[in-house]
T-cell receptor, first 112, second 113 residues
Framework: DADVTQTPRNRITKTGKRIMLECSQT?????MYWYRQDPGLGLRLIYY???????NKGEISDGYSVSRQAQAKFSLSLESAIPNQTALYFC???????????FGDGTRLSIL | AQSVTQLGSHVSVSEGALVLLRCNYS??????LFWYVQYPNQGLQLLLK????ATLVKGINGFEAEFKKSETSFHLTKPSAHMSDAAEYFC???????????WGAGTKLIIKP
């Protein structure tokens, strides 16, 4: 089984709908992250959490919210989806310090 | 603001040729440095990392990278390209253990037969 699991893998929805993307991990890491990837822009950080009670905005948090339900679970919500939120979304986890981040396989989200 | 620059959004090499993917960062102090690879329809996978030990770092799949402080660079190389190396490669920098990763825009590596 994958260490970092994202669901769903693909989602097509309409403008204005509420969407939740889920991430769970079995690595035992305290730190979890949500990124979006757009062609030519690399990865941009949406939100990150260093533990269950510590949630922080990244560089592009507007239009998104998150919930850290447990050490192993970190969900991303789009309260009212808009077309320019169409992107590939990644969840990642890491240990503290210089430890690298470990990624899920992504959720491809299309908003019509 | 700190930044990471990957020179070339696309790099094309022939199978068996040297692969060189460039990464430069802006920082006054030696950071933690990472290279990740992304195959189609997959997440990002760690290739290698530099965390202030040896300046030449060996990674998976025959890749290596050299940290050059004077040039603020961390270029990725592989002596002989293989078709399976076709992917997108990302350089990332972390200035401090509690800072976030700063990502380059990525370089797509194309391997010609």
């Amino acid at each position: 089984d994958a260490d970092v699991t994202q669901t769903p893998r693909n989602r097509i929805t309409k403008t204005g709908k509420r969407i939740m993307l889920e991430c769970s991990q079995t690595k035992g890491h305290d730190r979890m992250y949500w990124y979006r990837q757009d062609p030519g822009l690399g990865l941009r950080l949406i939100y990150y959490s260093f533990d269950v009670k510590d949630i922080n905005k990244g560089e592009i948090s507007d239009g998104y919210s998150v919930s850290r339900q447990a050490q192993a679970k970190f969900s991303l919500s789009l309260e009212s989806a808009i077309p320019n939120q169409t992107a590939l979304y990644f969840c990642a986890t890491s240990g503290a310090g210089s430890q690298p981040q470990h990624f899920g396989d992504g959720t491809r989200l299309s908003i019509l | 603001a700190q930044s990471v620059t990957q020179l070339g959004s696309h790099v094309s090499v022939s199978e068996g040729a040297l692969v060189l993917l460039r990464c430069n960062y802006s920082s006054s102090v030696p950071p933690y440095l990472f290279w990740y690879v992304q195959y189609p329809n997959q997440g990002l996978q760690l290739l290698l990392k530099y965390t202030s030990a040896a300046t030449l770092v060996k990674g998976i799949n025959g890749f290596e990278a050299e940290f050059k402080k004077s040039e603020t660079s961390f270029h990725l190389t592989k002596p002989s390209a293989h078709m399976s190396d076709a992917a997108e490669y990302f350089c990332a920098v972390k200035m401090d253990s509690n800072y976030q990763l700063i990502w380059g825009a990525g370089t797509k590596l194309i391997i010609k037969p």
